[in-house]
């Protein structure tokens, strides 16, 4: 007769209900620990520089830059909450917070998810107006305004995601969640998972893919006449040129999270929720958040000077919020 060598562990070892505890080496464990650990600081780090820079330097409070300060608080969350939690929870293959936080946590990160996705759509009809309407750009897109569409934007998302989430009984029957001590899974019914599909996906990209095609499209007929522009016309060529290289940064950053997105939507229609596929490509999901301020650092120069500026403390002096970054 033989006998096993292996142990099996449980997440509630006190507890007959508990689900199974996937076993690895302390090698493993302290690697991922580490790996997550830096994932998650590095992600909060560069988008607390992202909001510093605009909540500090007045130079950069303008409507564009008000959606990217509210995006990068977003980020910064699912840097500061959604991935030590999920990172936890991969790791020790166990929820671990009780049946209140596995009803909760969901809630947060299906916010943080639509209200991301919502500033996109509210930076790409900025940057529509910016460069295919500029003369009704002053007065169609003021910083009152920038605020308004955020606080719009947020309040949606928490209202619709609780509501979503209610109707599927996620807040209300923590049970179902779960059908052993120590798991913790996001139940949506078929046909509504195909209506939030719908509705928080497909319908918003759609927006924002329709909207690029045409910035872009009058961005390249603007770029053949700025360089028919005389030398007294220099300021208002710099003004249209400065505008277009900010709808393409901003395209990036769109770009770049429907490739982070598409793939997680794709697993979730296609395979089940608890597989490995699904769980990695929810982590490149995540991985979008630090990637935002990379890509801000590789085409913003005001990013890059107001780093210099927080990291040597210059900010601290009184008058460092009226400094120029931006050229003149």
Known sequence: MEYSDVITEYCFPLSNTSCIRKTRTRGEYIALY?????ISLFTVFVNLLVIISIAHFKQLQTPTNLFILSLSVADLLIGGVVMPVEGMRLIESCWLWGETLCSFFPAVICILVSASLGHLVFIAADRYVAVCKPFLYASAMTTGKSVLCISVCWMCSAVY?????NINGNMNNPE????????CQLIID???????????????CSV????????FSVARNQATAIKAQCSNNKKQVISRGSETKAAKAL???VFVYL????PYYISILTQDSQSVVVHVLSWLMYMNSFMNPLIYALFYPWFKVSVKY????KILDTSSSHLQLLPK
């Open 259 to 262: 490739m982070c997105w598409i």
């Open 34 to 38: 580490v790996f997550f650990f830096w």
């Open 190 to 204: 078929i046909t509504w998972g195909l209506v939030d599909l719908i509705f928080s996906f497909i319908l918003p």
């Open 251 to 253: 395209g990036i950053v």
């Open 161 to 165: 995601n609780l509501l979503l989430l």
């Open 176 to 183: 179902k969640q779960s059908s052993c001590l120590g798991e």
């Open 208 to 215: 924002l893919f329709t909207l690029y095609v045409i910035i």
């Open 310 to 313: 927080i990291i040597t403390l």
